[in-house]
């Protein structure tokens, strides 16, 4: 360390990678994680918490740990699919990252965003930086109608109902404090994809700052996703819970 300014710790960043059927993505993700995180020269892990999926991404992980090294990739599967806001709890449990980036596996969330969630976390020490598609240059590519409209739809009526303090509620590209990760858990009563809006809502209850980043979303290319009429529907439920509660 140059000059004084001692530095005693050194952040590290546990990015957490849920998959379900991802085989076909998960080489190029990694690839790109290794590329991005390195050449800014962060220290990090990557944990990849697969649910039992059938299409072989557990053993695709498996190569990919072979390659980089148990350093790096750490594999903390699980039997079967339990969802993704418990995947996102048994990943936490595994960091041992003083930061934890959450993001998907799909490519839909880009790793370049990584460095800028970084530094826009190190501007004024925000306990929470959120990738957002609703500020700036953010936005999303390749989705239909349909799905932009429930993500614009549930994004207004959360807005809103509960005014939040964040314009992207349903995104799920962050970089939390470990610290301040665990709590917002330990305070969500919603599981699945509801969990996303109610980590931010929870965030502004509890008062902790949050960095916001413009991010583009480009639509899956390989694969489906896993978002259905009844994950709409637990957002709904999940919605009008927190606004008779909060
Ligand atoms: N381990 C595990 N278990 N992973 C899962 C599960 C599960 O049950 N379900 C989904 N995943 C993984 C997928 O493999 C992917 O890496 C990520 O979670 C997101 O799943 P997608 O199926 O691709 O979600 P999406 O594209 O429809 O939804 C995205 O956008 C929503 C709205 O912005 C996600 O980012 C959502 O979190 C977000 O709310
Ligand atoms: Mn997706």
Known sequence: MAGGDAQ?????????????NERENLPIIIWLLITYMDNSGYNFEIIIIDDGSPDGTLEAA????????????????????????????????????????????????HPKF???????????????????????????????????????????????????????????????????LEKLVESCVSKGYVFQMEMIIRARQFD??????PITFVDRVYGESKLGGSEIFQFAKALLYLFATT
């Open 8 to 20: 005693v710790t050194e952040n590290k960043y546990s990015i957490l990678l849920p998959t379900y």
């Open 62 to 109: 498996r190569q990919l740990q072979d390659i980089y090294g148990e350093e790096k990739i750490v594999l903390r599967p699980r039997e079967k699919k339990l969802g993704l806001g418990t995947a996102y709890i048994h990943g936490m449990k595994h960091a041992t990252g003083n930061f934890i980036v959450i993001m998907d596996a799909d490519l839909s969330h």
């Open 114 to 180: 990584i460095p800028e969630f970084i530094k826009k976390q190190e501007e004024c020490n925000y306990d929470v930086v959120s990738g957002s598609r609703y500020v700036g240059s953010g936005g999303v590519y390749g989705w239909d109608f349909k799905r932009k409209l429930v993500s614009r739809g549930a994004n207004f009526l959360t807005q809103l109902l509960l005014r939040p303090g964040a314009s992207d509620l349903t995104g799920s590209f962050r970089l939390y404090k470990k610290s301040v």
């Open 208 to 213: 902790f700052t949050i960095g916001e980043v």
